[in-house]
């Protein structure tokens, strides 16, 4: 799919890459679902690489909240910078161990509903419009919604696919 470049195409890619991601989780055998990847990789199973999305959910709901409100959120996290995600990542891998996978899929539900109703508040121009908005710089709000939204999905997709086609 290519990326989205009206509100209406922004809403589609995320409904469409999200309902793709969570028919791709549960095509995979329940008793499969919370097994650890055979493959080495930062995220080690399913409920890993849901946390992560949810985890940039939160962080992109607080530039939102700090942006909107006349501050100059800290981003991508307090402590770091863009060339810093490696270790931002592997900090939020750390913190995201306790959760099971049920507990991932209703976090990352409901942080994608609260990002989408961000979206559906905006106008196209506000979100197709470069510098529009103070604190995203030379850049327009759609690329911080594309990026956590459809896009990111689309990285999870290939990284649970490569866990399936391992099960095969």
């Not at 863009?82 to 409901?110: F, G, M, T």
């Not at 559906?120 to 710089?137: A, G, L, P, R």
Request: cysteine-free; proline content about 4%; aromatic content about 12%.
């Amino acid at each position: 799919m290519a990326r989205p470049t009206t509100k209406s195409d922004l809403i589609d890619a995320a409904t469409q890459s999200f309902n793709d991601l969570y028919t791709l989780v549960y095509s995979i055998p329940a008793d499969k679902r919370e097994e650890l990847f055979p493959f080495d990789d930062r995220d080690k199973k399913i409920s890993d690489v849901l946390m992560h999305l949810h985890e940039w959910h939160k962080m992109l709901l607080k530039w939102y909240k700090v942006g909107m409100s006349g501050g100059k959120p800290d981003m991508p996290a307090p402590g770091y910078t863009w060339r810093e995600l490696p270790a931002l990542n592997q900090q939020i891998w750390s913190s995201v161990q306790a959760y099971s996978l049920e507990e991932a899929e209703q976090l990352l539900k409901k942080s994608h509903e609260e990002v989408l109703t961000l979206v559906h508040q905006h106008s196209e121009e506000e979100i197709f419009t470069k510098k529009y908005y103070k604190w995203t710089k030379t850049s327009h709000l759609a690329s911080y919604f594309i990026s956590n939204l459809s896009s990111h999905y689309n990285w999870a997709i290939k990284k649970i696919k490569k866990y399936k086609r391992s099960l095969s």
